[in-house]
């Protein structure tokens, strides 16, 4: 997919102008207090006060002792894990003591010889053997120096504020301070991650709107020494979507986003380089974005998102996790009125832009999507072009649809171009009823070549049947001389024989060919056609593949070129009852009725021991080809067929 980025970019990136600090104003950033319209976590590694040191290793245990605060009662329990730092490393019995009052927690650890110690509610599922007694240190002032006292050392200190989950990697080190002495701060990467709460959520609407389009800000705090290079943001959005919202991304410009998107209709404006990862890991190029904060809140006015439902500027992370909450989609959403459809910016423009699953040829338009990208654009019930009547097919992992360009609404106004819509309908209840994406497909400039088993020239395949007809066609787009263009020579090769000329100079050249009148040049496109028929030595192993292989050119020698790989069949192993059908066996039932069964018996017979190499359809007459073919083959034999004989019968 990597090439096909390039018509992303103008529809994600349309920058108008420069953001004006004078339209920032009207709108002060409060801070959201009452019912937050988002749920931010980020990973990190620093916490506000904590320390580490050797002094444990002289003792029975390696001793943790976390102390948690929160700003907020915290709705879900906390998650605390425990493993070794190094494989096997679950070498020492460990101590961990948790302050945290008023909370509920699980711990999980991968060391068996665990010892907690705290006053948090835990919840089954937790792996330690309990023991019940809460650390007598009643706040977090004395607990150091109860941890200290009571095991004789330790380990690790972290005090955390706001933890969704704790991961500690158990382990001592020699090299570690003889005192654990908090520092503020402190970096404590070696042992401990946390995801943490962001509670300091800020917006503000500018006073004379009546607008829901609503931005959601989050700012990287620039870390000069910061070694992130990539952050995956995890993005989800409530039941009841969400429209009419964008998100602002805002970090150094040489950062990574990866996002994981779940359920989200919403647009996306982004420093740095992003990715979105279900769909691919193409990396889309951002846009530079002004790294103040009445410059971001400017730039979402530009784009005319006049509410600012949150901004956050957050610590720099590796990972971060948005919830866009459910009455935020309640009041921003109107219930009744259906939203006006997105602009060419939203989440569906950008995926199909990204995946652009349509292909065109000269004649044809085909469609093909996999539906797991389409779990981003939930609930895509059917997907159409701009003809309704024209519906993609879907099986278990896809959805398809091919037509003629001069169907379903199909636009050639530009000759190297054909254009037309996607509609995607999305299931009732969806904040949108559908989608339309307008596209443009590229018709390539090539020689196609199409081989058709009837002179109607429908439905090509890439069977050549011996003995029997075939018809060709070549064609291509020349939008600007297509006079020009002259048809130079086609070739029938197949490994083993010599390669037979059909046509040269737009001449029929082999034996049983000729050219036909093709339809008129229009819009540019050159047609050529001819049918010949392709004759085997008696003999020969049939399937055996073959190529067909046409030169198109300028006069001034340019050469377009093309191979068709057919499969060279015999009419029985055809399918599509064109071997013996129905037909053939009621024919030959009838004709044992008539001359009894015994003949009929030594019919079948035969057939069964002529049926490689012998026909069962009368030859066409209007296929010269065969009867003078120069090649010792000859269809009008003497075998009998169960055809020939009960026709005569
Ligand atoms: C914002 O709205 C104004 C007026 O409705 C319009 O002229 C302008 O093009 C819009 N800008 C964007 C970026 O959509
Ligand atoms: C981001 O997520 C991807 C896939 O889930 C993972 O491979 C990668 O290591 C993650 N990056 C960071 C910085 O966590
Ligand atoms: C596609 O789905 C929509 C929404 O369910 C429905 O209204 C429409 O009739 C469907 N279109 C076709 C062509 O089936
Ligand atoms: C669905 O159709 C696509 C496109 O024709 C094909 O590649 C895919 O294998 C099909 N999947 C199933 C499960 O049949
Ligand atoms: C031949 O002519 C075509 C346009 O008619 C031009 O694009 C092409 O470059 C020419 N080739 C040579 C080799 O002059």
């Known amino acids: 997919m990597g090439p096909r980025a390039a018509p992303l970019l103008p529809l994600l990136l349309a920058v108008l102008g420069r953001p004006d600090p004078g339209r920032a104003e009207g709108c002060d950033l409060q801070p959201v207090t009452a019912e937050p319209p988002i749920t931010l976590s980020y990973a990190t590694s620093t916490v506000p006060r904590g320390c ?60 068996p010889d665990l010892l907690i110690r705290t006053d948090a509610h835990l919840i089954p599922g937790t792996t330690a053997a309990l023991d019940p007694e809460p650390p007598a240190a009643t706040g977090k002032g004395q607990l150091l120096a109860w941890a200290q006292g009571t095991y004789g050392g330790i380990t690790s200190y972290s005090e955390l504020r706001d933890p969704r989950w704790v991961q500690l990697r158990l382990g001592e080190d020699t090299g570690s301070p003889p005192d654990c002495i908090p520092q503020e701060h402190f970096n404590a990467a070696l042992h401990l991650e946390t995801e943490v709460f962001f509670h300091g959520v800020k917006g503000c609407s500018r006073g004379d709107t009546q607008s829901t389009r609503a931005a959601h800000i989050i700012r990287l705090q620039p870390e000069p020494s910061s070694p992130i290079t990539e952050v995956n943001l995890s993005l989800s959005c409530p039941e009841r979507p969400v429209s009419n919202q964008i998100l602002i991304l805002q970090s150094r410009a040489n950062l990574t986003w990866s996002l994981s998107v779940n ?28 790294d103040t904060e009445w410059g971001l809140v400017a730039k979402a006015f530009e784009k005319n998102y006049s509410v600012i439902a949150s901004y956050s500027a957050i610590p720099a992370s590796t990972r971060i996790s948005l919830e866009i909450q459910e009455h935020e989609a309640v009041r921003r959403v109107p219930a009744t009125p259906t ?36 779990e981003l654009i939930k609930d895509v019930v059917n997907i159409t072009l701009r003809d309704i009547s024209c519906q993609a097919e879907k099986n278990a992992t896809h959805f398809m649809l091919k037509t003629p360009l001069s169907h379903c609404g199909t636009s050639l106004e530009g000759r190297d171009h054909a254009t037309n819509e996607l509609i995607l309908n999305l299931a009732k209840g969806a904040a949108l009823r559908s989608v339309r994406v307008a596209f443009q497909c590229k018709i390539p400039r090539e020689l196609f070549l199409r081989l058709f088993p009837t002179a109607a020239f429908e439905a090509p395949q890439t069977e050549l049947e011996v003995n029997k007809e075939a018809f060709v066609q070549a064609s291509m787009q020349w939008e600007d001389h297509p006079a020009d263009l002259q048809l130079k020579e086609c070739w029938l090769a197949a490994p083993g024989r010599e390669p037979v ?14 050219v036909l009148e093709g339809p008129p040049s229009s819009r540019g496109r050159k047609v050529w056609r001819f049918r010949f028929t392709y004759t085997v030595p008696e003999g020969r192993r049939v399937p055996f593949s073959a190529t067909l292989k046409c030169k198109a050119g300028l006069q001034n020698n340019t050469i377009f070129e093309k191979v068709l790989e057919v499969t060279v069949k015999d009419s029985w192993q055809l399918p599509n009852n064109r071997g013996l059908g129905l037909a053939a066996v009621l024919g030959i039932t009838f004709g044992a009725f008539l001359i009894g069964a015994l003949l009929t018996a030594g019919l079948w017979y035969i057939y069964s021991h002529t049926r490689p190499i012998s026909k069962l359809q009368p030859v066409s007459s209007t296929a010269p080809a065969s009867e003078s073919s120069s090649t010792n083959h000859s269809i009008g034999s003497t075998q009998s067929t169960p055809c020939s004989t009960s026709s005569m019968a």
């Open 52 to 111: 580490i040191s050797s002094s444990s290793l002289g003792t029975d245990h390696e001793v943790h002792v976390l102390s948690v605060e929160w700003s907020k009662v915290s709705a879900v329990p906390l998650k605390v894990s425990l493993t070794p730092r190094t494989v096997g490393g679950c070498t020492r019995s460990v101590v961990l003591v948790l302050l945290c009052s008023r909370c509920s927690a699980t711990v999980t650890s991968s060391c």
């Open 263 to 290: 359920n989200c209709h919403i647009q996306f404006l982004v420093s740095g380089n992003y990715k979105i990862t279900p769909i691919s890991s193409l990396l889309l190029p951002g846009e530079l974005l002004p």
């Open 339 to 374: 939203p006006p459809l997105p602009t060419t910016k939203s989440l569906p423009h950008a995926l199909l832009f990204t995946l652009e699953p349509w292909k065109c040829t000269d004649e044809t338009m085909e469609i093909v999507i996999a539906r797991s990208y389409l």
């Open 501 to 514: 000329l059909l046509v040269q100079g737009g001449e029929a050249r082999g034996a049983g060919v000729a």
